[in-house]
């Protein structure tokens, strides 16, 4: 069973960068493709950013193309969301998550708890 455990939420202001990180553990995740979302209080979950197997495609929700990054490290079993320019709109709780059968929205049923980031000034 794939156990996956966020970090590196943290309270910023806007324009600040900040990094998240995602640690795998009862798997290896290689042949997973894996995402980042991010959760609001009264909306559906959205898909941030999602990167296949192996790591050849990355997409970006629109909102976030040209400020976020996401990678994998695959040795070590741990993903990482690199965010910059922070604005307010980025506020919510970011888990990531993974999926062995394709890298759409709905696929990715397997995620994490979270953790929190706040844009504010």
């Known amino acids: 069973q794939v156990h996956l455990v966020e970090s590196g939420g943290a309270s910023v202001q806007p324009g600040d960068s900040l990094s998240l990180s995602c640690v795998a553990s009862?798997?290896?995740?290689?042949?997973?493709?894996l995402a980042w979302f991010r959760q609001t209080p009264g909306k559906e979950r959205e898909l941030v950013a999602a990167?296949?197997?192996?790591?050849?495609?990355?997409k970006y929700a629109d909102s976030v193309k040209g400020r976020f990054a996401i990678s994998r490290n695959d040795a070590q079993n741990t993903y990482s969301l690199q965010m910059s320019d922070l604005n307010p709109a980025d506020t919510g709780v970011y888990f990531c998550?993974?999926?062995?059968?394709?890298?759409?929205?709905?696929?990715?049923?397997?995620r994490g708890q979270g953790t929190q980031v706040t844009v504010s000034s």
């Open positions: 009862g798997r290896t995740l290689v042949n997973w493709h």
């Open positions: 998550a993974a999926a062995l059968t394709g890298w759409g929205s709905d696929e990715f049923t397997t």
């Open positions: 990167i296949t197997s192996g790591g050849g495609k990355t």
